[in-house]
């Protein structure tokens, strides 16, 4: 491929979750503009699920489907010449890397293909149990038999694969970001030192690494989206001084604009002026998005420091079974009667379990969807004629749960309008917890597989820490408002929540500036916590990222136990920015004249109330 610009690669992301679309990439090849096309599949939930797969069949245990999209797109990615980095790998990069060039085999294609291990710490147990490591959450030793252990490597093996001539690099378990900060390593010979531009590149990665979330996707105004079906994947532009031109093809759908980037900047992040990261230690709190055109938005000003002397790991540990039962109750006071199918069913659970000897449940968690249980004190449900119920229940014993779900049936002959729609018994299946662990990042060593040959390959040492110089956030000044109203915070700001293992966040991002002091003195760290407190067990910290003019909520033990061991029905808090996003927020009356002000029915009826009091 001969660029347009030399100075400029451009790297596409063509998946952000395994599971994601098989049009993604070719529609990034109809575009002809990617140098490099990432595909990232590895949510913390993903790599429990590879795990039991691997378990199951000692030659799986990557993502099947990512593997298979790169395999169908390869003849055009080789006519283009565009490179691919992705951790697909799970944790068997070698049978994925195995796959994948039979494949290019048979269509007669000479690619080489890398694949990094080096991740996988189950074989070492011993050696760092002799650490005293202690989990993060928690502070228990390290799990005795996990299922598996994997520590986040970063860009470096990346960019050595591709330094020796790599056209497809397959990983195992590394930062997401790493996907997209090992290609420009490798193409700007960015050093150790350049910590800014480290930075920059991983912030690019953190806006390619969920797909279509950047170019519209999850946005809070889903409205000005167009186009669903066809939702533009992203594209970086990216130049050797780190910064870079979000983007993505043309005649797609989507949208690139400054709430879309910033929604997806804050996603998923804690400490915004510490995302440490195993190449950089990433200040975000400044970075500052212009937009230069139609579907483009600059971003420059994200600041680096040198990384932690370690890196986290996660071991998936195996406690207990669980299992998820889904029934549909319709027809009068359908919410009711949902209430008193759950509140019965779990006394027949109870029952059974004491009559055939089994222990008690260890927990159990039942949401009436449908009838907003999920909003808890802030439900606006009036009585519906639907209601889908969800139990799911934990337990030490397989055969327990199995004997438990049994009774479902029965209760379609007890329970008026109770149906299970056709879908049969749930099974239970192993409940998996991720532990998280920090270990010294010299105990890590990446083995780079070049084709039949092993590249090699030292991990350098970071560079020497340097003192940490922090900006206070700016004090939360009271606020005279005057004449007053109330309306959601969805009028002045817009929101994306995610997950970190057990804990959430929520970033916020005002409207417009003007808004900012209202958020920074009305939507306090507390009164976050007070909205949300039906689905949060930990404290709340916020953070300020006043380049953006947003703020970062880290909500803890928020997930019920997050990823694949929680028992609700959004064990990734997806839906907290929407709950959020309802709480009444008191404003100056004159703003309903603002022209950031997003519409909606409960400015409309201030306006109105506001005109008939005048």
Request: aromatic share 6%; proline share 7%.
């Amino acid at each position: 491929m001969t660029r347009k610009d030399p100075r400029v690669v451009v790297l596409g992301g063509a998946a952000g979750a395994w599971g994601d679309t098989s049009f993604a990439a070719p529609q990034l090849l109809d575009s002809g503009r990617c140098d490099y096309i990432l595909f990232e599949a590895l949510a913390e939930i993903t790599m429990g699920i590879l795990t039991r797969a691997r378990l199951a069949d000692p030659s799986l245990g990557y993502a099947t489907d990512v593997i298979a999209m790169i395999g169908h797109s390869l003849p055009r990615i080789v006519e283009q010449g565009a490179r691919v980095v992705t951790n697909a790998g799970g944790v068997n990069p070698k049978a994925a890397a195995r796959l994948l060039r039979n494949i290019a085999s048979k269509a007669d294609l000479q690619v080489r293909i890398a694949w990094i291990e080096g991740d996988n710490l189950v074989g070492r147990l011993e050696e760092l149990r002799g650490l005293g490591l202690r989990e993060l959450t928690d502070g228990a030793p390290l799990a005795a038999t996990p299922l598996s252990f994997n520590a986040y490597l970063g860009a470096r093996p990346i960019a050595s694969a591709l330094d020796a001539g790599a056209d497809i690099v397959i990983t195992g378990r590394c930062v997401d970001s790493a996907l997209a900060l090992g290609p420009l390593i490798h193409e700007f010979g960015w050093e150790q030192d350049d910590l800014d531009a480290l930075s920059q590149g991983s912030l690019a990665g953190h806006l390619l690494e969920c797909g279509p979330q950047s170019t519209g996707g999850l946005l809070t105004d889903w409205e000005d989206v167009p186009m669903w079906d066809d939702l533009g994947y992203p594209l970086a532009e990216c130049r050797a001084d780190g910064s870079f031109v979000l983007t993505k093809p043309e005649e797609t759908g989507g949208l690139v604009d400054l709430r879309t980037v910033s929604e997806q900047l804050l996603y998923e992040i804690g400490d915004p002026s510490r995302y440490l990261l195993p190449d950089v230690s990433c200040d975000w709190r400044f970075v500052g998005l212009t937009q230069v055109g139609m579907d483009r938005v600059e971003v420059t000003g994200a600041r680096g420091a040198p990384p932690p002397p370690t890196l986290k790991a996660c071991a998936q540990v195996v406690d207990g079974y669980k299992v998820v039962g889904l029934v549909f109750i319709g027809g009068r006071d359908a919410s009711r009667k949902a209430k008193r199918f759950g509140a019965d069913f779990i006394r027949r659970a109870e029952r059974l379990l004491e009559r055939d000897g089994f222990g008690s449940l260890r927990d159990v968690d039942i949401e009436i969807l449908g009838a907003e249980s999920t909003y808890g004190p802030h439900s606006r449900a009036r009585e519906t004629r639907e209601v889908v119920v969800k139990i799911a229940l934990h337990h030490d014993s397989q055969a327990a749960l199995s004997a438990i779900v049994r009774e479902l049936g029965s209760f379609g002959m007890t329970v008026p309008g109770l149906t299970a729609g056709g879908r049969g018994l749930p099974k239970p299946t192993p409940l998996v917890r991720l532990h998280s662990y920090l270990v010294p990042r010299d105990l890590c060593r990446p083995t780079i597989h070049l084709d039949d040959a092993i590249l090699e390959y030292s991990e350098p040492a970071p560079p020497t820490s340097s003192p940490e110089t922090r900006r206070p956030e700016p004090p939360a000044e009271p606020i005279s408002i005057g004449d007053a109203i109330e309306l959601p915070l969805i009028a002045i700001a817009h929101a994306r929540s995610g997950d970190k293992g057990a804990d959430a966040n929520v970033g916020v991002r005002a409207r417009h500036s003007d808004f900012v002091p209202i958020l920074r003195e009305r939507l306090t760290a507390a009164r976050v916590a007070e909205w949300l407190a039906h689905r949060i067990d930990g404290p709340v910290t916020r953070y300020e990222v006043p380049g953006i003019h947003a703020f970062n909520f880290v909500l803890r033990n928020a997930l019920g136990g997050g990823g694949i061991s929680s028992l609700r029905f959004d064990p990734q808090g997806k839906a907290y920015a929407q709950q959020l996003l309802d709480m009444p927020i008191e404003l100056p009356a004159e703003w309903l004249l603002h022209p950031a002000l997003a519409e909606g029915p409960e400015v409309e009826g201030a306006r109105r109330a506001l005109a008939q009091k005048d």
